[in-house]
C-alpha cells in the first residue's frame, strides 16, 4: 500500500521560545489502522532565529510537494 499525502509546514516553538517546525497534514490521506497519530515535525539547528525558521518553512512550502509513505508487510 502506497499513500501520498500534502502537507504545510508550519512554524511553532518550543515553550522554551527555540522554534521548530511542524509538517501537517493538507489531505489527511496518510492515516489509518496501524499509522500513528500525532505532529510530525524537526528541529532545527541551534541558534536559527525566528526569521531564519520561517524562511525554512517558506521554502519548504514552495518546494516540497507530497510525502509518500509505503507500508511494507
Known amino acids: ?4 499525502d500534502r502537507f504545510t509546514f508550519v ?3 518550543y515553550a522554551t521560545g527555540t522554534p521548530w517546525i511542524a509538517f501537517e497534514s493538507r489531505d489527511s490521506q496518510l492515516q489509518g489502522e496501524g ?7 524537526f ?4 541558534g536559527t532565529s525566528d526569521e531564519g525558521a520561517e ?3 517558506k ?6 510537494r ?3 509513505f509505503t507500508a511494507i508487510y
Do not use: H
Open 1 to 4: 500500500m502506497t499513500a501520498t
Open 11 to 13: 512554524l511553532k516553538a
Open 35 to 41: 499509522l500513528p497519530t500525532g505532529i510530525f515535525g
Open 43 to 46: 528541529d532545527l539547528p541551534q
Open 55 to 57: 524562511e525554512t518553512a
Open 59 to 64: 521554502y519548504l512550502n514552495e518546494n516540497i
Open 66 to 68: 507530497e510525502f509518500t
